[in-house]
């Protein structure tokens, strides 16, 4: 899956980055916050005004053609932002009711000044199609004083009527097609707003969303402080292995010799690796040694391949939360 970041003829692109770089080089990267008029304004998400318009077909008869209107059908429409060209999106329904980008944003604000989180990436995907919209929370997750994991508050929107307004709590920063697939997969929190709401409700459910934020963060920090004082010995480890990495009934000899690898492999992560050096022989060094594992060392082709498989695989993404409902108390 390449980045489906929107370019322009410019030589522009449709994103914009708190501080931090994005892995494709696109887009504005900002030194200061972001304000929600400045995301509209650098990422050119502003002044698109989705709208529907009513879908018809052409039929070429003995007369002349024929314009048919299709009955509960119509078409979402942006002015492009470069041009202000009308630019079909999708194909909706009657109760299809666009969310605007500046209406995410606000939605957005409203989280801003509830959390305290700012501003942190956003930008188009697949020609205006989708949007997507992140904050990063104003505190880390500090577990047992070792490990911080930043959490984000990501704000996803589609225009095309492929999928609902969703509002997800995950430690994904999103910068492109890739990371926002991997934002929902590994989503500790959802919340979808359907585009048939009205404003008021909303705003209502985006102030319920930030709730389930706030319970999920606290219910992660002390689950994971449960495993960092939990003890795991090697015998448990080794069985969390083999049922993360199921193998065949008679496996062949290359099979095997990968088998070997792999455990030998972990093994050493979970006993000597200097990152489980302040949280050894817990399980929640099981699940780093695990995650480390397929991040950065399981064979791959070269680092770029490695990269993107962490990014995108669906399967990696699984034997990690597999990895984590086993080691899980």
Known sequence: MSHQIEEFDDDTAA??????????????????????????????LGGWNVRKLPLTAHDVTPTGVVNLEVPGAFATVRSHPKTGAPQPLGTVGNDYTPVQNE????????LVDESGAHFETAGSL??????????????????????DIDLYIAGLNSHDGTSA??????????????????AIHRAKSS?????????????????????????????????????????????????????TWPQDTNPSTRADNNTARRNHHLRELFTTAGTQAAIRGTRWAGLQAITEYLDH?????????RATRVLTSAAVAAKKQRAYELLAI
Not at 136 to 143: D, I, N, S
């Open 165 to 182: 307004f969703r509002i997800l709590l995950t430690p994904v920063r999103v910068v492109c097609a890739n990371t926002q697939a991997l």
């Open 191 to 243: 919340y979808a707003i359907r585009h048939t709401s009205g404003a008021k409700a909303r705003i209502a459910q985006a102030r319920q969303a930030l709730g389930l934020v706030w319970r999920y963060a606290e219910a992660f920090e002390a689950e994971a402080e449960r495993l960092i004082t939990t003890e795991l010995d090697m015998v448990e480890f080794q069985r969390i292995i083999d049922r």
């Open 297 to 305: 060392f399981a064979p791959a082709k070269d680092t770029t391949v």
């Open 15 to 44: 994103f914009v980055s708190h501080r931090q770089d994005a892995w494709h080089h696109l887009g504005t990267t900002t030194r200061d916050c972001l304000t929600a008029s400045e995301v509209m304004t650098k990422a050119y």
């Open 103 to 110: 209406e995410h944003c606000e939605l957005l604000d409203l």
């Open 126 to 147: 697949r020609g205006g199609r989708e949007v997507f919209v992140t904050m990063k929370l104003p505190a880390t997750l500090r577990l047992a004083g070792i490990d």
